[in-house]
């Protein structure tokens, strides 16, 4: 009696399942907000070319070295580009704010709160082994990843709860934590991995054995340190479908490692790699005025783009006491001349960037407004007055490297935080000095930080400036070992679950975490949530700018500058599609020319 009364109550649970099933219907993608872009049985992405011919090797460079393929741990250098290797449920689409499309799944059911999310496995779906991927995999992803996995997925997936296998290719995820109408798309980008594989290792510790992936791209070689060679999955299984259409087009692609960027800029010149984006400007002024660019050999190329350019700047460690009072950051900036800077070492080449999320509509400016002014009422007995009476502004020189007038405003905030000028050292209460040390990744970068040494020299700081390599520079970040550095945080036109390893109080002393500030702030807090919870995207804009907003009036770091166009140089062996994405520089879409590589003589 016992198991006819468990087999009828599993009965009715299968039949309540279906019932919950027919009430949603299968979707080919889902749009964070507004409407997909591509259609049920669109053929391939407008950027893509679904004719480009397969073939031939790419080089291309990195900076550092690595000693692990395992890229989802925080031990370890892993890689670069190993995310060719494998596969996610869904894959974006680089000329949308924010949608995903069936990769993996071949569709998605979602409610209209977005509370839940069925993938529906494609079953022809392999591992490179020739195994089938099933809803095993897809639960044994997300439970190593969330509790063995780097930091990073244990916040982003945080709110994915106990997954619900319903058959061998359809699995359940609900979300927990409050409305959240993003997690359905964010939990399209868990990269699937394979059980069976995986559950004879250790999958925390970093390893040199090649990963056993689904992805276009396989390991093929490796130089521990020095290079890693990927080859192009010849029967790989979703090489035809619409999403891939005109993409992975290279046989194999060779990724040497190079000690520095000066290193690697005479190796592409000698013809040891084809590919390079131009990430300074002075070699951009002045570094390919030579004869293969000149003959055509070798093509400079500036594309303009409309993705989000995020914040680069001087990082500031409010962990250090020095550091806590916001008086003193802002002090700080202060001495950061950009005009200066941007003529004389830039070539006048960039714009500053006045927010966390630059180039973009998401950006604050201005006084704040209507939804945005509303919500930060809430908050008004927590944050600056002036937020509510002035716009926010960084400080301006003439460019010409007289900087009296902030050197003067500098010490006045000092003095108002406790600090002295005493004897040419600026001192606390305690007559200890402030000293600090820049920690830089590379030595490109010294030319710009010295000039800002002197600056804070002057008025009494002693400061230390010191490169290390790229391991070193890893570790102590994710220690939070530094007293300033230089940090990157990269934006989406959709912000969500990401801003809570940028800057939630959760994650602060987290190792690994990109909270290199240490903020801890419970209106930053609150304001994340708000992000993540909006409902519609005039919602998300108005919350987004209040974020921006009160990260910037509390002054955690010092901002640097951005530019909006991809400035790229290759060796003239490729191809690439008329259209390019508004949001990438879709690299992958592009091919090797057989004609053109024939001609092609490097030195």
Do not use: C
């Amino acid at each position: 009696m016992t198991s006819r009364i468990t087999y009828l109550a599993t009965g009715l649970l299968g039949l309540a399942l279906s019932f919950n099933a027919l009430a949603v219907e299968p979707v080919h993608g889902l749009a964070m907000h507004g409407d997909l872009k591509y259609p049920p049985g669109f053929t391939h992405f407008d950027y893509s070319n679904p004719n480009a011919p397969k073939g031939g090797k790419v080089n291309l460079s990195a900076l550092g070295s690595f000693d692990s393929l395992n890229p989802f741990i925080l031990k370890g250098r892993d890689a670069n580009s190993l995310g060719l290797v494998f596969d996610t449920l869904t894959t974006s689409s680089d000329d949308e704010a924010f949608s995903q499309y069936g990769l993996l799944a071949s569709s998605m059911e979602v409610p209209q709160d977005r509370s839940w999310v069925i993938f529906n496995l494609r079953p022809e779906a392999r591992f490179h082994d020739g195994s089938p991927i099933t809803t095993e995999d897809v639960a044994f992803s997300l439970e190593i990843l969330k509790t063995k996995g780097h930091p990073f997925y244990r916040s982003y997936f945080g709110n994915v709860g106990e997954p619900e296998i319903l058959g061998p290719h359809r699995i359940k995820l609900s979300f927990e934590g409050g409305e959240n109408r993003e997690m359905p798309l964010i939990i399209g980008q868990l990269p699937i991995l394979s059980k069976a594989w995986w559950s004879t290792r250790e999958f925390d510790k970093t390893t040199l054995e090649f990963p056993l992936g689904s992805g276009p791209y396989r390991v093929k070689t490796v130089d521990p340190g020095r290079s890693i060679t990927y080859e192009r999955v010849e029967d790989y299984w979703a090489r035809d479908l619409p999403v891939n259409k005109g993409r992975y087009n290279f046989d194999q692609i060779r990724i040497d490692y190079y000690r520095d960027s000066t290193i690697a800029l005479e190796a592409f010149k000698a013809g040891e790699f084809d590919f390079r984006q131009e990430n300074v400007a002075k070699n951009w002024a002045t570094a390919y005025d030579i004869a293969t660019v000149k003959n055509g050999q070798i093509i400079k190329e500036a594309i303009a783009h409309e993705q989000g350019t995020g914040m680069q700047a001087f990082v500031i460690n409010t962990r250090r006491d020095m550091f806590k009072d916001l008086r003193v950051r802002e002090a700080l900036g202060l001495l950061f001349d950009f005009e200066w800077t941007n003529k004389n070492l830039f070539y006048d080449a960039y714009t500053r960037s006045n927010s966390y999320f630059s180039n973009t509509e998401l950006a604050s400016s201005g006084l704040p407004q209507g939804e945005e002014l509303a919500i930060l009422e809430r908050y008004r007995d927590q944050l600056p007055p002036e937020l509510f009476t002035k716009p926010f502004t960084l400080p301006a020189t003439r460019g010409d490297g007289n900087i009296r007038p902030n050197l003067r405003q500098a010490l006045r905030l000092f003095k108002q935080a406790g600090w002295q000028l005493k004897n040419k050292r600026l001192v606390d209460q305690n007559n200890a000095p402030m000293a600090f040390e820049i920690l830089l990744v590379q030595p490109t970068f010294e030319r710009i930080v010295l000039p800002f040494k002197n600056n804070l020299e002057k008025l009494g700081i002693e400061v230390s400036v010191r490169t290390v390599d790229t391991s070193q520079y890893k570790n102590r970040l994710d220690q939070f070992d530094f007293d300033m550095a230089v940090g990157n945080f990269g934006q989406s036109l959709s912000p969500g679950n990401e801003q809570r390893d940028f800057w939630s109080s959760a994650v602060a002393d987290e190792p690994g975490s990109r909270n290199l500030m240490g903020i801890r702030n419970p209106v930053v807090d609150e304001l994340i949530e708000l992000v993540i919870s909006a409902p519609d995207r005039d919602s998300l804009v108005a919350r987004t700018r209040a974020l921006d907003r009160v990260l910037l009036w509390q002054h955690y770091l010092i901002p640097n500058w951005h530019i909006t166009k991809h400035r790229i140089v290759y060796w003239n062996k490729f191809a690439h599609p008329e259209i390019t994405p508004r949001y990438a520089l879709g690299f992958y879409t592009w091919w090797v020319d057989a004609d053109k590589a024939a001609k092609l003589k490097k030195p």
